[in-house]
């Protein structure tokens, strides 16, 4: 059997440094991104990928908010799904066409994916997450007063809601996506994270207006599916210690007990690599293999050793 | 081998007569609409889910319209694209639900479906389907000269683009949907009629600003899939001769033969009864067994024969 790959895409990714987000530069993108996914699939590895959605999400708030008065609006579990087919659509349509260019030929599809989280979790009493466009003090009062929503004061742009971002509990597509894989078939999935959803007693599923961490779904993901190496793909080319001090340090390999205890020392911010190093322990204690730690250009030589940070059970 | 069944319903059929298509709504018509499917799955069906997109896309284009100077534009084919997992994301927790109330636990899931068009398909040079929202003559002039539309005036409500309605050749993901089929799971797919794309020569995958008809392409899919019964849900309970004449006369069976000379001889209006039977004869023309033509209530009983119209071949 071959060896299995999830890869999670960063949500900026599709959008580089400078640009709008045009749909033509994010398919640009998702092609780069693809050309990376060939060379995995040509060096042997089956393939997951997974993607985050942070700048395709705002813009999916924005657009519902702007025609409020004309449609009917998307609460933002259904934004989450909206962005989810966007991106699907751009990647698979990247990976279609570098693959084939390479003589691959199998399929790639993507997934609409529900992430199941507690209703009890202690996130939807504290929201931090910041989503969607930035609005006045005036308008801020008013989304607070209609829709209930927690506004923050954001330095110098103006106010913005902010969501709750519970822990992922189980992936409802995990055993589909594995039956799915073992057929040869290439897995666009869990993009932004998932929609989160609340399973009731009764069957129900209730769509709730919280955002998860992409990586750390995919980090349970990757464990569920029982997949070998999980691909953290970000913007930095490996994990540093002391970042962006006179003292920064690339970190090349480490074992997942040695990155708790940077992380316990305060090394990783919240927000940021944190949750990344965080989503990685938990993929290795939960039976990974190994985690990669990279920037999208550098995954193949990080794969072999040669780039990016490993880190190992 | 379980009968297998394809059910295309109907674009408006979760935005009910009078409803201005709220997500609450929606959502509850996806549930009466998932009720029927899970008495198919009791009957023993295995069971494709495709849907029509028009309200929801309609929707995506002036949201997308709206919020045009402050976030990207999507064009025609990602709106179709974000229909899917949107439609998709209300079926799918209608049919999870449903189906295990109902004591049945097969995995359901949502496909993002691309179909292949001819970029050399007349409807190129003849766009014919209205879509999104309405705008004044000004207005349209702008759109006209800003982004080529062709705009077409609508009495009394203003003027509104006209798209291309192209000949789906080949559903993209089919051998995917296939297998998945085969392992049990309940597939919704080619919602909106499938996102339009153009497979050029060295495999770039082009989007095109078209949108396709669901029912044809349900029923190439069917017929593809080797599929037994294509069900088309629309607004009334049986096909009509002499539809709103005081002649008029429900048609409870016929073969594909009979319903061509009827539509040979105009019976069924081209934009609404008349693409349904033109679908249903290619099905049962493509090796296709029977079609089922109803409304969505009287599935059950149309399926035995005993509401709506059944077309043999």
Known sequence: MARSALIAVGGNSLIGIGQRGTIEEQLSNAHATAKKITQLVADGWRVVVTHGNGPQVGAALLRSDRAAGEVYTQPLDVCVAVTQSEIGY?????????????????????????????????????????????YSEREAEEKSRRFGWLMVEDAARGYRRVVPSPEPLEILEQEVIRQILDLGIIVIALGGGGIPVIVREDHTVVG??????????????????????????????????????????????????????????????????????????????????????????????????????????
């Open 90 to 134: 751009l990647l698979e349509r990247g990976l279609e066409c570098e693959l084939r260019r390479a003589g691959f030929y199998m399929p790639v599809m993507t997934i609409l994916t529900q992430v199941r989280v507690n209703e009890d979790d202690p996130a939807f009493k504290n929201p931090t997450k910041p989503i969607g466009p930035f």
């Open 208 to 313: 709730v207006e919280a955002v998860i961490d992409k990586d750390r779904a995919s980090a349970l993901l990757a464990a569920a599916l029982g997949i070998d190496c999980l691909i953290i793909s970000t913007d930095v080319d490996q994990v540093y210690l002391n970042y962006r001090t006179s003292e920064q340090r690339g970190i090349k390999r480490a074992t997942a007990e040695l990155m708790q205890h940077y992380l316990d020392n305060g090394q990783f911010p919240p927000g940021s690599m944190g949750p990344k190093i965080e989503a990685a322990i938990r993929f290795l204690t939960n039976g990974g293999k190994e985690v990669v730690i990279t920037s999208p250009d550098r995954v193949m030589e990080a794969i072999h050793g040669k780039a990016g940070t490993l880190i190992t059970p």
